[in-house]
């Protein structure tokens, strides 16, 4: 089991012969190229790693339950378009909680309340953009369902006036603590 297995088929054969020495072998045949081509997701590397396991998983699962189509153009491509919307998802999270520390910083730690500054500010936003901070930082809910939540016309609307909220925010916070 030395070999490069790159066909679908063969990795079927070689599964169904041993799985684990199949699995072993596409884990060490694609993992740099597979972390070469996760580094253009900004992940850190643990995570990257941790994606590109997850993903050898969700192969060899696929694989167990005869999921895995002959018609896939090779396991290379089969794997990195299970990564590929791993990866995505990862990047997805890190950009919130990033996000998620920011607003943090304007939130009491120690209580997990909003301190008065931050609830004043708040009031001052308007009510479209105390909903949708409130909807995404406090109530966890995505982009998404804020889109349907609130009628917008898709998720990128969503995403400007979340950004446009937070610093309209971040501005008034601004404002007041220099008072």
Do not use: W
Not at 21 to 34: Q, S
């Amino acid at each position: 089991m030395g070999k490069e297995i790159t066909d679908i088929d063969e990795l079927k054969r070689a599964f169904r012969s041993n799985a684990e020495k199949a699995i072993d072998a596409v884990y060490k045949n694609y993992r740099r190229a597979f972390i070469n081509f996760a580094k253009s997701y900004n992940l850190p590397d643990d995570e990257m790693i941790d994606v590109f396991q997850e993903s050898v998983i969700a192969l060899y699962q696929n694989l167990q339950r005869n999921r895995v189509e002959e018609r896939q153009s090779s396991v290379k491509t089969y794997l990195f378009s299970i990564g590929k919307y791993k990866l995505i998802n990862a990047a997805k999270k890190l950009q919130r909680k990033m996000e998620q520390n920011e607003m943090e910083t304007i939130v009491n730690n120690e209580t997990g309340k909003m301190d008065l500054n931050l609830q004043l500010s708040l009031q001052q936003l308007g009510d479209s953009c105390r909903e949708i901070l409130t909807l995404y930082y406090y109530r966890q809910y995505s982009i998404d369902a804020i889109m349907h939540r609130l009628s917008f016309k898709n998720e990128n609307t969503v995403k400007a006036a979340k950004s446009r909220c937070l610093k309209k925010l971040k501005e008034i916070i601004k404002t007041t603590s220099h008072e």
